[in-house]
């Protein structure tokens, strides 16, 4: 995954062991044990070495250690080979790669859709079937 333009990495070393809110104004990379909310302006990296339960907010996400809890990102989230998620994960664009674990839900973000698909949708919402037995002129 690209670093953050802003070259901004805060690392959790793999000995390391939080529990709270870990805040980040660039990208993370998480190598040791994080429990709480996660919230990153750039991206959020969990290494194999990492097990984290916890709620994510962040641009992408790639996962390649263990993972407990819902993420939710702007871009894209990746589940590396070796990774595992138990959790839904919110995002525009989804990849799994072979060898990884996925036990929840993936929810395609709305606002990923095209304008043009989602006048299209409501468009389609608005031409309804007349009821049975109805008049149509």
Request: glycine share 14%; no cysteine.
């Amino acid at each position: 995954m690209a670093e953050q333009q802003s070259g901004e990495v805060t690392i959790v070393g793999k000995g390391a062991k939080l529990e709270g809110t870990v805040v980040s104004a660039g990208s993370l990379r998480i190598d040791g044990q994080v429990k709480g909310q996660i919230t990153a302006e750039g991206d959020v990296m969990l290494s194999v070495d990492s097990q984290v339960e916890a709620d994510i907010r962040a641009n992408n996400v790639s996962v390649a250690g263990r993972f407990k809890g819902n993420i939710v990102v702007k871009g894209r989230a990746e589940l590396a080979r070796g990774g595992r998620v138990d959790g839904n994960v919110t995002s525009k664009a989804l990849v799994v790669e072979d060898g990884s674990i996925f036990n929840g839900q993936s929810i395609m973000d709305q606002s990923a859709q095209s304008a043009a698909s989602q006048s299209g949708h409501q468009a389609q919402q608005g031409a309804k079937p007349a009821p049975e037995g109805a008049k149509v002129s």
